[in-house]
């Protein structure tokens, strides 16, 4: 499994990222919502608040969006993504304490599954947001 990761430097150009103006937008909203409700909460508050934050800003998107996961044209299972934003964007929210390549990895088999390019991995920390854009390189 090849995972590409897009990062925000000096040598990356703005017009180099999938979707620079609505990654901005959704990666605001995840700071506005921990700014105003801070640390400690489960998930679902904050995905909650993240969801009337995108209302607020009129971002259409799906919440807890049903994905069925086949194997050779059989179901076998099934996840539900936290968001699908504008049908281009999957945005999955964590509150562990670290950071991990578990998470990227679950996030990279919904982006093969749903066949879109990009999904914004934020975790709401005891010292904040941090972020991670993901790229289905396939």
Same mark, same amino acid.
């Given at each position: 499994?090849?995972?590409?990761?897009?990062?925000?430097?000096? *040598? +990356?150009? !703005?017009? %180099?990222?999938?979707?620079?103006?609505? *990654?901005?937008?959704?990666? =605001?909203?995840?700071?506005?919502?921990?700014?105003?409700? =801070?640390?400690?909460?489960?998930?679902?508050?904050?995905?909650?608040?993240?969801?009337?934050?995108?209302? %607020?800003?009129?971002? !259409?998107?799906?919440?807890?969006?049903? +994905?069925?996961?086949?194997?050779?044209?059989?179901?076998?299972?099934? #996840?539900?993504? %936290?968001? +699908? #934003?504008?049908?281009?964007? +999957?945005?999955?929210?964590? &509150?562990?304490?670290?950071?991990?390549? &578990?998470?990227?990895?679950?996030? #990279?088999?919904?982006? !093969?599954?749903?066949?879109?390019?990009?999904?914004?991995?934020?975790?709401?920390? !005891?010292?904040?947001?941090?972020?991670?854009?993901? &790229?289905?390189?396939?």
């Amino acid at each position: 499994m090849r995972i590409k990761r897009e990062y925000t430097n000096a *040598s +990356v150009k !703005k017009t %180099d990222l999938f979707y620079p103006e609505l *990654s901005f937008k959704l990666i =605001g909203a995840a700071f506005d919502v921990y700014n105003k409700l =801070g640390w400690g909460y489960q998930e679902n508050i904050y995905q909650k608040a993240y969801a009337l934050t995108l209302n %607020d800003l009129g971002i !259409k998107f799906e919440k807890e969006k049903f +994905v069925a996961i086949t194997f050779n044209n059989k179901n076998i299972g099934r #996840v539900f993504l %936290d968001f +699908v #934003v504008e049908n281009t964007i +999957v945005v999955e929210m964590k &509150i562990m304490p670290k950071l991990g390549y &578990i998470h990227i990895n679950q996030v #990279v088999s919904y982006l !093969k599954n749903v066949n879109l390019k990009l999904a914004i991995l934020i975790y709401f920390l !005891k010292d904040g947001v941090r972020y991670r854009r993901i &790229i289905n390189s396939n």
